[in-house]
């Protein structure tokens, strides 16, 4: 019998006795928001066991955390699998939103979906770390499991996230340099897209998702962070008024042309009934009748993991400036 087959009764016997104690187990520490380099920290592991060249300390959302130096079987439970995948990390599992993401079938059809209810599935994965969300369930009985690092949504901008996902897999040189070249990028597609539809021009962003329709502010995904923060593209008071700080604002199809800008970018999911496209409302709407809708395949941009990012600013630089 190999080892791994040798173990596996007793980590499974483990899991159930962690899970029959679900009820008494401590609730996961309140996020504190420190979140710096592992490498500094790297002399204090006391809270988080011995450290070894093999593994470092990271200083996550929860507290001082010892990690692979070199992980080789991570698994993302969260929007971050396009950052791990930039770094050039090995993935095992991924969670379903990653899996059903066009832009990333081929990159991820070897990677199991799994999710943190999935526990016997991602125990059998191996994995020597897991990535999530801050507000994801199981998150102990996840780290009896293989180092567990969770962040809070929007806890940090955007692209600071990637850096911490950059020190978290002991690559933060790597990921610094692709943000800087990145926002250098971003604001020069901004200079050069402005410079065609002309400063005051207003961009909405909208998308349709359970027959309902919505409105973004400026760091909800959809390529919103690179339009609205990188490139400085106008967004329309309404939207300013209603969704800027919550992030998305729920809308009517009746009140759609009050929010709706000079150009509409419209995120869009091919299965979704998208009904509304055929009334007079939306094809009233001025950027409808003038042929400035930009559709995109949501399942596809929804978020802004690095590689996402890169896909949203090909998006709009082909849209707005007739690139290939």
């Known amino acids: 019998m190999k080892p791994k087959q040798i173990w596996m009764p007793f980590i499974l016997l483990l899991l159930l006795v962690i899970s029959a104690c679900g009820s008494n187990t401590a609730a996961p520490p309140v996020d504190t928001g420190a979140q710096h380099s592992n490498n500094e920290q790297s002399s204090d592991s006391n809270a988080a066991g011995e450290n070894s060249p093999d593994t470092i300390i990271y200083e996550s959302e929860r507290g001082p955390i010892q990690v ?81 690092v969770t962040f809070t949504y929007n806890q940090v901008d955007y692209l600071t996230q990637h850096i911490e996902i950059g020190k978290l897999l002991n690559k933060e040189a790597e990921a610094q340099a692709w943000v800087d070249q990145f926002r250098e990028r971003a604001r020069q597609s901004g200079d050069e897209i402005r410079a065609k539809i002309g400063e005051e021009s207003t961009v909405t962003v909208i998308e349709n998702f359970d027959k309902q329709i919505y409105v973004f502010g400026d760091n909800w995904g959809r390529g919103t962070e690179i339009l609205y923060q990188e490139m400085r593209v106008q967004m329309p008071e309404k939207v300013k008024e209603m969704a800027l700080e919550a992030g998305y604002y729920a809308l009517s199809l009746e009140v759609l042309p009050e929010f709706a800008g000079d150009y509409l970018v419209f995120s869009k999911h091919p299965e979704t009934d998208n009904s509304f496209m055929e009334t007079d409302t939306y094809r009233n709407i001025p950027a409808v009748k003038n042929n400035r809708v930009f559709e995109v395949d949501s399942r596809s941009f929804y978020f802004n993991d690095a590689l996402t990012l890169e896909h949203q600013l090909a998006f709009f630089r082909k849209s707005f400036l007739g690139e290939d």
Do not use: C, Y
């Open 68 to 148: 692979p130096a070199d992980p080789q079987r991570v698994i993302v439970l969260a929007s971050f699998t396009g950052n791990v995948m930039q770094l050039g990390v090995n993935l095992v599992g991924v969670d379903s939103w990653s899996k059903t993401n066009p832009h990333f079938e081929e990159a991820l059809k070897d990677v199991e979906e799994v999710s943190e209810e999935s526990l016997e599935k991602i125990i059998e994965l191996e994995p020597d770390l897991i990535i999530g969300f801050s507000t994801m369930n199981n998150i102990e009985k996840l780290n009896e499991i293989a180092p567990t």
